[in-house]
């Protein structure tokens, strides 16, 4: 590598680190929290367990334990219904709302017991610690603009990993991988500190920032998606007026829908004139019963008013794409190990962030230092100057 190239690497790590530098600080802090979610909520004791019943006990249908939940908040609408059988077993998550078109702030959350029909929890619509990490890290509180720009500043952590690799090959031809010179000046030592933990996180920075960038794109891929592919799917819908009055049952939806994808299970259901569906149907999301085959999303358009199987389609490659990088991006696909290992290379992450901050200022020091040693020389060499010429 010529020493033209080794400058330029050089110029692009210090500037693109520089700019997202106080970014991906708070992107690594907020970070921390969310990867361990689940066990701060078991640990504060905010878990929540279904109750358990004798063998034998009558079922209740989903449209019953859905009535439950809307006696609880009267005069609302349901939006939403979301199921995880592995975290939260015989749990029912519903959402309700004065309209589906309302906005998110104004949503009621419900988590009902399926063998009981009753209310487990009423959580609060207000932010709370959790809540705060998650949007501070998803989009800085700032809606989409906010989670584009966190998106710019990702591409610019990609491109400082590029060049600082592009950097520190050199560098190890003429010494040891690892190597701190401890001997050395405290910059020095930061200088190796910083080089070596931004290589041994190489590929979990590489994983989570790449990751990161495609999460950004959610809600772009989302509104893409409604007026292309939904759209289609939904065609002969487009003249007919707005649903009134009671809509056909939960749990025949639900079944038509395992009828159209089998041997996928169900995890979410949007009801008609959500972000998620079209005016007219419950869009029923299905997923695979693989910890692989779990990301993999296929919606299942079930008419609202009759009951009746519309259409059913794959979710475009860029959608899929999103959906499958959001494990990656938390590592919660590994349970609690894969979560621990996430953690100690975030802390490293910000380690090498802070120490990237160190050498910049150091250098900038040093350089401010050697100047003013220059202009002390020049002015005592011109100050002899005179003197020899008097």
């Given at each position: 590598m010529t020493a033209s190239s080794i400058k330029i690497w050089f110029n692009v790590h210090v500037w693109t680190s520089l700019i997202s530098t106080a970014f991906l600080l708070m992107l690594c802090i907020t970070g921390l929290?969310?990867?361990?979610?689940?066990?701060?909520?078991?640990?504060?004791?905010?878990?929540?367990?279904?109750?358990?019943?004798p063998a034998g006990t009558p079922e209740y249908s989903k449209d019953a334990v859905l009535e439950q939940a809307m006696k609880k908040i009267p005069g609302k609408e349901a939006k939403y219904i979301f199921w995880d059988e592995k975290e939260h077993p015989g749990q029912m998550f519903v959402t309700l709302a004065d309209s589906s078109e309302a906005p998110i702030e104004a949503d009621h959350y419900l988590t009902m017991d399926e063998r009981t029909a009753k209310v487990m929890d009423t959580p609060p619509n207000e932010m709370n610690f959790m809540l705060i990490m998650y949007y501070l890290h998803v989009e800085m509180l700032a809606g989409i603009p906010g989670k584009l720009f966190l998106g710019l500043m990702g591409i610019l952590f990609i491109a400082a990993i590029v060049s600082g690799v592009a950097l520190y090959g050199p560098i190890m031809k003429r010494y040891d991988f690892g190597m701190i010179r401890t001997e050395k000046s405290s910059r020095l030592k930061w200088l190796d500190l910083h080089n070596m933990l931004g290589i041994v996180t190489l590929a979990w920075a590489s994983v989570v920032g790449i990751s990161g960038v495609i999460n950004t794109l959610s809600d772009p891929a989302l509104e893409m998606w409604r007026s292309g592919q939904l759209a289609e799917m939904v065609s002969t819908y487009k003249d007919k007026p707005k649903i009134e009055g009671k809509l056909s049952s939960l749990d025949?939806?639900?079944?038509?829908?395992?009828?159209?994808?089998?041997?996928?299970?169900?995890?979410?259901?949007?009801?008609?004139?959500?972000?998620?569906?079209?005016?007219?149907?419950?869009?029923?999301?299905?997923?695979?019963?693989?910890?692989?085959?779990?990301?993999?999303?296929k919606p299942v358009l079930i008419d609202a008013e009759t009951g009746q199987f519309t259409a059913v389609r794959d979710l475009p490659w860029y959608l899929q794409t999103i959906f499958?990088?959001?494990?990656?991006?938390?590592?919660?696909?590994?349970?609690?190990?894969?979560?621990?290992?996430?953690?100690?290379?975030?802390?490293?992450?910000?380690?090498?962030?802070?120490?990237?901050?160190?050498?910049?200022?150091?250098?900038?020091?040093?350089?401010?230092?050697?100047?003013?040693r220059l202009m002390k020389n020049a002015e005592v060499l011109t100050l002899a100057a005179v003197e020899d010429e008097d």
């Open positions: 929290p969310l990867i361990f979610y689940e066990e701060i909520d078991h640990f504060l004791g905010k878990e929540l367990h279904a109750s358990v019943v025949g939806a639900l079944q038509k829908a395992k009828e159209a994808a089998p041997g996928m299970k169900v995890s979410f259901v949007a009801y008609p004139g959500t972000l998620y569906s079209s005016s007219h149907h419950y869009a029923v999301y299905m997923i695979g019963t693989t910890p692989l085959t779990s990301r993999i999303i499958i990088s959001q494990p990656f991006h938390f590592g919660d696909y590994g349970g609690l190990p894969m979560k621990i290992i996430w953690a100690i290379f975030d802390i490293a992450t910000i380690l090498v962030l802070i120490s990237g901050l160190y050498l910049w200022f150091a250098r900038r020091k040093a350089r401010k230092n050697q100047l003013s």
